[in-house]
């Protein structure tokens, strides 16, 4: 009688084959961001600096991103600032009118502006008797340099801007003070520009920079 024993298939090796992923070549790394040049963030702060004169960007805006363009290590970081802008400047800008006195529109009451609002070219706000309170840092300008002249007989003036922007601020004060947080950017730097021209008769003027 044959052993049935002798009939059984020969049992599989030990040996497990290799893995597929063992025997597939090491996955190639991903390639490392371009390090940015001074040239190209340079580039891209005019860039911004000519959007904030066409309209596209406030100055809050502005502000933030050319921080981070001079702050930027590798060019996708430089390209993610400017990708909702188109691709040079559109117009050239003209220069701001000389400012001037502001009629007063309003003989008793208050001017009070924030948010997005337009400021043209030459733009003029005047009260007679009441506060003017204007708060410019989402503002957007008509061109990269504007002039806003704002007047009161009585009452007071009060202006933010944001930082980065150069402002220059004149006008006259006959009763009051005048507190005017000065800007300390070098005249060689190309940023927009706020001609400010504030006159009050009795009353304070604060410029604010935040």
């Known amino acids: 009688m044959t052993n049935p024993s002798s009939h059984e298939p020969a049992r599989a090796s030990d040996a497990s084959p290799a893995r597929a992923s063992d025997a597939s070549p090491a996955r190639a ?3 490392s961001p371009v ?3 001074d040239g190209e963030r340079q580039a891209v702060a005019d860039r911004l600096n000519a959007a904030v004169g066409e309209g596209r960007l406030t100055l809050s805006e502005f502000t933030e991103r050319v921080g981070a363009a001079y702050a930027a290590r590798d060019q996708g970081e430089l390209t993610a600032l400017v990708r909702d802008l188109p691709a040079g400047r559109s117009v050239l800008s ?3 009118p000389e400012p001037v006195a502001a009629p007063l529109e309003i003989v008793v009451g208050a001017i009070k502006k924030r948010g997005r609002w337009r400021i ?3 733009t003029a706000l005047g009260v007679a008797i009441g506060p003017m309170k204007l708060d410019l840092r989402d503002a957007d300008l008509a061109a990269h340099e504007v002039t806003l002249s704002a007047r009161t007989v009585v009452g007071a003036i009060k202006v933010w801007v944001p930082r980065g922007v150069r402002v220059i601020v004149e ?12 800007s300390n950017l070098p005249p060689e730097v190309d940023v927009p520009t706020l001609r400010l021209r504030l006159d009050t008769g009795v009353g304070t003027v604060k410029v604010y920079r935040t």
């Not at 006008?171 to 000065?182: L, S, Y």
């Open 94 to 96: 003209a220069p701001a």
């Open 35 to 37: 390090r940015a040049s």
């Open 29 to 31: 790394s991903d390639a």
């Open 120 to 122: 043209q070219p030459s």
């Open 171 to 182: 006008g006259r004060t006959a009763v009051g003070t005048r507190t005017i947080a000065e």
